[in-house]
């Protein structure tokens, strides 16, 4: 009952200031709890959480029109999208650019037979190699000036399904041809998407890959005097995805030139495998089977070899 009385007290509008009006029920509330508890818990635990339901039902409602709760949802969303306006709008811009003129480098190619489009299965990519077959004999330069364009464009913008035109370029230009056209596309997409996340990557990958940037960075730190053995050995393996590398190099200060050569000499064994697989289509089931243990196992061996001056040098310090 003291406790009673003591609550009571409490509501005393006159004597009790507002602000110290909520402190002093909270008290109350807390004394009850203490001597009542198992009942208290057991009667009060459903009613606070229907309550609580309800009120953050009506937030809700009366929140969506609310200017308030507008420009706290806006807020968030600024704060999630890592890009801001001006950012959004230059990448865009280079965007369009690209598409225009690969609109216009289409605009001039002689119509082909059939309907085309990017191949994203291994039965799309025959139906194409079957499509475009006669027409790249036919029409040679214009064929390639179309696969180079559409190939750089989605390297540069980071699209999926490079590895289908890879494929596609073994099974329409053979072996050594397949490999030049990779690489160079390769390269070309590669650089194009380093300057691009120079200009406007790094919010990007910094919301993408906080964990695996800041590990990257480390790496790169401590081999700075053997940089492009270590850029080697990424390119030639597969330990990181080629997209991070392209996007984190300038973000990590990896000079274009180390990134260049890396890119040039590291993407060889890789355009190789693909290149041969594309000349037996009719092998492959799916893109998984271009990676078997025997075609990683070379590709670790190369890289391993790419890298070993740097082991050496470090032994031969210790020593």
């Known amino acids: ?37 198992p009942v208290v ?6 009613r606070i959480l229907v309550a609580e339901s309800e009120r953050l039902m009506r937030d809700v409602e009366m929140g969506e029109d609310s200017p308030t ?13 890592p890009l801001t306006r001006w950012e959004f709008s230059m990448a865009l811009g280079v965007f369009l650019v690209f598409s225009i003129g690969l609109f216009f480098i289409y605009q001039t190619m002689p119509a082909a037979d059939g309907k085309l489009k990017l191949p994203r299965s291994i039965s799309d990519l025959r139906i194409l190699k079957d499509h475009l077959g006669a027409y790249a004999s036919i029409n040679p330069t214009k064929f390639i000036v179309g696969y180079c364009s559409t190939y750089i464009f ?10 289908f035109m890879s494929l596609l ?12 056209l990779v690489v160079f596309n390769s390269t ?29 960075q480390t790496e790169v730190a401590k081999r700075r005097d053997k940089l492009l053995n270590y850029m080697l050995f990424l390119r030639i393996t597969p330990t990181l995805p080629n997209l991070f590398i392209n996007l984190a190099s300038p973000i990590v200060d990896v000079p274009y030139h180390v ?3 890396a890119t040039v000499v590291g993407l060889v064994p890789a355009a190789y495998v693909t290149v041969r697989a594309g000349l037996a289509l009719g092998d492959l089931h799916s893109v998984k089977d271009l990676y078997d243990f025997k075609t990683l196992s070379v590709l ?10 740097t082991i050496l040098k470090k032994k031969r310090i210790y020593e």
């Open 300 to 309: 670790f061996l190369i890289g391993f070899i790419s890298i070993l001056p």
């Open 154 to 163: 989605m390297q540069t913008f980071m699209i999926p399904g490079t590895i």
């Open 1 to 37: 009952m003291a406790s009673w009385k003591s609550c009571q007290s409490l509501f005393n509008f006159d004597k009790t200031p507002f602000l110290g009006f909520r402190l002093r029920v909270l008290r109350c509330l807390h004394h009850l709890l203490i001597r009542f508890e």
């Open 69 to 81: 709760s507008k420009k706290h949802v806006g807020s968030k969303l600024e704060r999630t999208f």
């Open 41 to 46: 818990l057991l009667m009060a635990a459903p």
């Open 188 to 216: 070309a997409g590669a650089s194009s998407c380093f300057f691009l996340s120079k200009l406007i990557g790094r919010p990007i990958v910094y919301w993408l890959w906080p964990g695996k940037l800041k590990l990257f």
């Open 259 to 261: 990134f260049f050569l």
């Open 169 to 180: 370029a073994g099974a329409l230009f053979g072996v050594i041809k397949g490999i030049f």
